[in-house]
T-cell receptor, first 114, second 111 residues
Framework: DTGVSQDPRHKITKRGQNVTFRCDPI?????LYWYRQTLGQGPEFLTY????????KSRLLSDRFSAERPKGSFSTLEIQRTEQGDSAMYLC????????????FGPGTRLTVL | KNEVEQSPQNLTAQEGEFITINCSYS?????LHWLQQHPGGGIVSLFM???GKKKHGRLIATINIQEKHSSLHITASHPRDSAVYIC?????????????FGTGTRLKVLA
């Protein structure tokens, strides 16, 4: 499978715990995006990387959230001290620099904070 | 008011019906993306277009840049078309592109 993959697909955690999600983009894609989607809403932009550089962060990304893409390939999104409001689907997408290719989405990680 | 508005929010159709989902936006865009999201969350790209019309199988997408409007049509709808259809516009910002998403149209096709 050469698409975008995310791990885990589902995560249930207790409030206050830390969680980390992983995204593996399509191998030749140098841009990687993280989105959050709550029930009944469209995805909301969180952050994006070009290669290993994190170029933009949404104000939605509080201090408890951190994302990395250390070698310009896979990326991790960590949420510290989770809160119930963090429960959402976390989507990753990747693209080439050229806009014409659009973004390719992963299956998402569904987080439930109890 | 959202920058990307979709209508209708919910749509129930009988198998075989012709379906239209609309997307209007209020910002200048570089391209518009139609996405399909099935229960469970995975998003599949259907079309990306910046002008005119594209067709793939039973799906047709059109865009009118002047009117800032796009439509997604499904001909001969089938229950497997049941999903949430999301319109996303690509806006150029600071040397890159940012997507702004609509809230989606939830389609249910009954057999």
């Amino acid at each position: 499978d050469t698409g975008v993959s995310q791990d885990p697909r589902h995560k249930i955690t207790k409030r206050g715990q830390n969680v980390t999600f992983r995204c593996d983009p399509i191998s030749e894609h140098n841009r990687l995006y993280w989105y959050r989607q709550t029930l009944g809403q469209g995805p909301e932009f969180l952050t994006y990387f070009q290669n290993e550089a994190q170029l933009e962060k949404s104000r939605l990304l509080s201090d408890r959230f951190s994302a990395e893409r250390p070698k310009g390939s896979f990326s991790t999104l960590e949420i510290q001290r989770t809160e119930q409001g963090d429960s959402a689907m976390y989507l990753c997408a990747s693209s080439l620099a050229a806009m014409g290719d659009g973004q390719f989405f992963g299956p998402g990680t569904r987080l439930t904070v109890l | 008011k959202n920058e990307v508005e979709q209508s209708p929010q919910n749509l129930t159709a009988q198998e075989g019906e012709f379906i239209t989902i609309n997307c209007s936006y209020s910002v200048g865009i570089s391209a518009l993306h139609w996405l399909q999201q099935h229960p469970g969350g995975g998003i599949v790209s259907l079309f990306m277009l910046s002008s005119g019309k594209k067709k793939h199988g039973r799906l047709i997408a059109t865009i009118n840049i002047q009117e800032k409007h796009s439509s997604l049509h499904i001909t001969a709808s089938h229950p497997r078309d049941s999903a949430v259809y999301i319109c996303a516009v690509a806006v150029r910002t600071s040397g890159t592109y940012k997507y702004i998403f609509g809230t989606g149209t939830r389609l249910k096709v009954l057999a």
